[in-house]
C-alpha cells in the first residue's frame, strides 16, 4: 500500500498551543474525510443527497499536512469521521500515515467513527496503522428497523464487521441516536447486547441539522432525560468521572460492568468544557457544530508550501470560537437550526 508522504513541517518544533477567548485549550480535532455515505440514515441526510464535486475535495496529502499543522499546535486527539471515512478511495493510506504522530508520541489517539459497513475489509488495518478505539454507529438490533433507519443497510454486514473490528483487538463504543417511536423500545436490550459483547455505549439526541425530507426532527426527538430515566427502572447506574475527550457524560452500569453515554445538545448541552473543533474535507473548520462561522483552511494551505499562513488562519479561527451553540427543536417551525447536514462537518 502507498502511504501518504509525511509532511516536510514535521520535525518543526511544537508550536504555543491553540486556546480560546474563554480559556479553553482546544486540543481535540475532528476531521470529515469525506461528505460521501453508502448509507442514508433519515436523521442525518435526505435521501437524495447532493454531494461535493470531487474537485472540492483536499487531497489525502492535503489532509495530512492540515492534521500535522494542527498536532503541532497541540492537538492530542484526532478523530476521524464523514459521512463514512471508510468509503473514500485509499483512506487507509492518510490513516496509516496520521498513525505516525501516534507513534511518535505527539499525538495520545487517532480514532475514528464509522457505520460499520467497511470494517470487515478495513478493522485489521486500522489496528495496524496505530487505532486503538473506534466508535461504530448502531441505532437498532432489529434488521428491518436498521433497513428502514439507513433506508438500504443490511445490519448482519455491519455485525460482521463489528466482529472484525472485535477480533482485531479495537476497542469498541456503540453510539446510538435515540429516536422516539423508532427505537426507544430496544434502550435495554442496546445495553443488555453492549454488555454481553463489553463494549460501551452512548446515546445520543437527535441533533437539528440540515434538511431531512419528510421526517420531522420534534416528532424523532426523545429527550435523554426521559431515556435515562427509562433506564434505570431496569439497571443500576453509578456515577462515573470517566471522560473520553468527548461530550459524553457517563455512567456505569452495576449489572453489566460498561458505560453508557449521554449526548444531550439539547437537554443539556456540552459547551463549557468545549475543546473541539471540526474540519470538513473541503477545508473548512467550523468552530462549533451548531453555529455557522466557520474559516477557510484550504485558501492558506494551497497558497504556499510553508506553513505560516495555515498556522495564522488557525490562530485567528480559534480566537472566533463562540462559547456555546444555539441548538433547539422549534416547535413552530420543524426546520433545521443549522442548514448544513452532519455529514458535511463530520459526526
Known amino acids: 500500500m502507498k502511504s501518504v508522504p509525511p509532511s516536510e513541517t514535521d520535525a518543526a518544533a511544537v508550536l504555543p498551543p491553540l486556546v480560546d477567548p474563554f480559556g479553553r485549550t482546544v486540543s481535540y480535532l475532528r476531521v470529515s474525510v469525506t461528505d460521501r455515505c453508502d448509507l442514508r440514515c433519515v436523521y442525518c441526510m435526505a435521501e437524495d443527497m447532493s454531494f461535493l464535486p470531487k474537485a472540492e475535495v483536499l487531497t489525502l496529502e492535503e489532509l495530512d499536512r492540515l492534521c500535522t499543522a494542527f498536532v ?6 484526532l478523530r476521524l469521521t464523514g459521512g463514512e471515512p471508510l468509503v473514500r478511495r485509499d483512506v487507509m493510506r492518510l490513516i496509516h500515515a496520521l498513525g505516525r504522530h501516534v507513534k511518535s508520541g505527539d499525538l495520545d489517539e487517532l480514532t475514528l467513527t464509522t457505520n460499520g459497513t467497511m470494517l470487515f475489509k478495513h478493522a485489521q488495518g486500522l489496528a495496524e496503522a496505530g487505532v486503538r478505539r473506534i466508535n461504530v454507529s448502531l441505532d437498532t438490533l432489529d434488521p428491518h428497523k436498521f433497513q428502514a433507519i439507513t433506508r438500504w443497510g443490511k445490519l448482519d454486514k455491519v ?27 430496544e434502550i435495554h436490550r442496546m445495553v ?14 437527535v441533533m437539528p441539522m440540515g434538511e431531512i425530507g419528510d421526517s420531522a426532527r420534534l416528532d424523532q426527538y426523545w429527550p435523554l432525560t426521559m431515556l435515562r430515566a427509562e433506564l434505570q427502572t431496569r439497571w443500576t447506574l453509578e456515577d462515573s468521572d470517566h471522560r473520553t475527550g468527548g461530550p459524553a457524560r457517563y455512567v456505569r452500569v452495576a449489572e453489566t460492568g460498561q458505560r453508557v453515554g449521554f449526548i444531550t445538545p439539547l437537554t443539556h448541552n456540552f459547551c463549557e468544557s468545549c475543546n473541539r473543533v471540526r474540519l470538513t474535507c473541503t477545508g473548512t473548520l467550523y468552530m462549533c457544530l451548531g453555529q455557522e462561522d466557520a474559516a477557510d483552511l484550504r485558501t492558506p494551505l494551497r497558497k504556499s508550501d510553508d506553513d505560516g499562513l495555515l498556522i495564522d488562519a488557525v490562530r ?13 427543536i422549534d416547535r413552530r417551525n420543524h426546520g433545521p437550526a443549522v442548514p448544513r447536514h452532519m455529514s458535511v462537518t463530520g459526526g
Open 159 to 185: 455485525m460482521g464487521g463489528i466482529q472484525a473490528a472485535k477480533d482485531a483487538g479495537l476497542q469498541i463504543k456503540i453510539n446510538c441516536v435515540a429516536l422516539k417511536g423508532v427505537n426507544d423500545d
Open 316 to 328: 485567528d479561527a480559534i480566537r472566533r470560537k463562540p462559547k456555546g451553540h444555539d441548538f433547539i
Open 192 to 205: 443488555a447486547w453492549c454488555g454481553e459483547q463489553g463494549f460501551d455505549l452512548t446515546f445520543i439526541e
Open 72 to 77: 503541532r499546535l497541540g492537538t492530542r486527539r
